[in-house]
């Protein structure tokens, strides 16, 4: 059973950066891909971004790409999006979620995950 708890959300104003993070604990890190989702009110969860096991391969939506980076630390167990940029449209709450599944085209659908966390809110004024 994996733990995984968000932080870092917060109010920020257009243009600027934000940057959330993501701790595991209960598991082994280091086998899972992890993800970020997010979900704005009356909206249906939306991919974010996704980082393999080892850090080498990434997923990121046409949505944010070019602004948000997905990382991660296993020796640490965290794993972390960077928030450039941001957009009014970006304001939502954002979650991790860990999976266990083979790196495929797959990987971008939250049904894959296994475990997620309780989310934080992210805010982006105009």
């Known amino acids: 059973q994996v733990q995984l708890v968000e932080s870092g959300g917060g109010l920020v104003q257009a243009g600027g950066s934000l940057r959330l993070s993501c701790a595991a604990s209960g598991g082994t890190f280091s086998r899972y891909i992890m993800g970020w989702f997010r979900q704005a009110p009356g909206k249906e969860r939306e991919f974010v971004a996704a980082i393999s096991r080892g850090g080498s391969m990434t997923f990121t939506s046409d949505s944010v790409k070019g602004r948000f980076t997905i990382s991660r630390d296993n020796a640490k167990n965290t794993v972390a999006l960077q928030m450039n940029s941001v957009r009014p449209e970006d304001t939502a709450d954002y979650f991790c979620?860990?999976?266990?599944?083979?790196?495929?085209?797959?990987?971008?659908?939250?049904?894959?995950?296994?475990?997620w966390g309780q989310g934080t809110q992210v805010t982006v004024s105009s």
């Open positions: 979620a860990a999976n266990s599944r083979a790196w495929s085209a797959g990987t971008r659908n939250g049904n894959e995950y296994h475990y």
